[in-house]
């Protein structure tokens, strides 16, 4: 649930990019990031593990506005991809209100993808989320690759995989380039902000009524 700050008067909105090793999380939020003017964004925080990173920082995206007088800010994090890693990833989930589910376009990581999106599934269910009902968006990274005739999985394979029951949108992606990167993160904040406001009025609405 979003963590509220009633003296700075902010609420924060905690997305995690999730998915396998090497599908491009990582180079999403640097892309983020690096565009993002100084003065609207923290500085950045990396964990370092073998092989791996897991990466962290907030900013305040003003056209989401303010809910109840209170600023909205983004927390963005990423999760360790590699499965020895597991516990660092349940840590990162810990509050969680959105996801973005980076899938690697490349044929060969197709069960890669699958496992991840497995994996994710049993983590937020263990913290009795159900994946369906959280703010999720789907994206296929990598799709740059297609005009290097590097053997991608085709969209509607992706699709099938991992988004047949879920129903989530879904973006093509290059996070190297940017292509998409910033579609993505509209559409999960746009979705984590409405399901936190509604979670809060409904939580404000109880109170009232006790």
């Avoid at 997305?15 to 964004?41: A, D, F, M, Q």
């Avoid at 600023?71 to 020895?84: E, N």
Wanted: proline residues 4%; charged residues 25%.
């Amino acid at each position: 649930m979003a963590l509220i700050n009633l003296k700075s008067k902010e609420i924060y909105c905690k997305i995690v990019y999730y998915g396998p090793g090497r599908s491009g999380k990582t180079s999403n939020l640097i892309y983020i990031y690096n565009c993002l003017p100084e003065h609207l964004r923290s500085n950045m925080v990396k964990i370092n593990t073998r092989g791996d990173r897991t990466l962290y920082f907030d900013f305040l995206p003003l056209q989401l506005g303010t809910f109840q007088g209170l600023a909205i800010k983004i927390q963005l994090y990423t999760v360790p991809g590699q499965v020895r890693y597991n516990a660092s990833r349940k840590l990162v989930l810990q509050g969680v209100d959105g996801v973005v589910f980076v899938a690697d376009s490349l044929k060969v990581r197709r069960g890669h993808n699958v496992e991840s999106l497995k994996n994710l599934r049993e983590n937020l269910w263990e913290k009795q989320i159900d994946l369906a009902q959280i703010p999720l968006v789907m994206q296929y990274n990598k799709r740059d690759l297609e005009e290097d005739d590097v053997p991608l999985l085709p969209i509607q394979v992706m699709d099938v995989d991992l988004n047949a029951d879920l129903k989530a949108p879904a973006y093509e992606c290059s996070a190297l380039n940017g292509n998409g990167v910033f579609e993505t993160l509209r559409q999960i904040c746009k979705m984590t902000v409405k399901d936190v406001s509604l979670k809060l009025m409904k939580k404000m609405q109880k109170t009232l009524d006790t």
